[in-house]
């Protein structure tokens, strides 16, 4: 069984900065791209940024500058860095993996249960 959890969400004043982390655990053989989607009410999920195990990163233009991706694959971990904060960012963000695991001969896609980030002006 694989789980992701995340952690770092909060309240935040605009043009301040969080952290948020991912861990991904279980039976896991190899993580494939990890990546941060986030949500408000009403509207579908959308891509914040995603990147590969060799570290390549891609990020959704409304990001790019204030928010930085990074994962440490020693330890199964994504983050997402968020400077700049607008009240706009204000969503919940899940963690996203495709992930090998020892069960399945090709990747299953796998969601966190999200965490609350709010941006006051």
């Known amino acids: 069984q694989v789980k992701l959890v995340e952690s770092g969400g909060g309240l935040v004043q605009a043009g301040g900065s969080l952290r948020l982390s991912c861990v991904a655990s279980?039976?896991?053989?190899?993580?494939?791209?990890m990546g941060w989607y986030r949500q408000t009410p009403g509207k579908q999920r959308e891509l914040v940024a995603h990147?590969?195990?060799?570290?390549?990163?891609n990020y959704a233009d409304f990001v790019k500058g204030r928010f930085t991706i990074s994962r440490d694959n020693a330890i199964n971990t994504v983050y997402l860095q968020m400077n700049s904060l607008k009240p706009e960012d204000t969503a919940v963000y899940y963690c996203?993996?495709?992930?090998?695991?020892?069960?399945?001969?090709?990747?299953?896609?796998?969601w966190g249960q999200g965490t609350q980030v709010t941006v006051s002006s």
């Open positions: 990147i590969t195990s060799g570290g390549s990163a």
């Open positions: 996203n993996a495709w992930i090998l695991s020892g069960a399945t001969i090709s990747p299953t896609n796998y």
């Open positions: 279980g039976s896991i053989f190899r993580i494939e791209v």
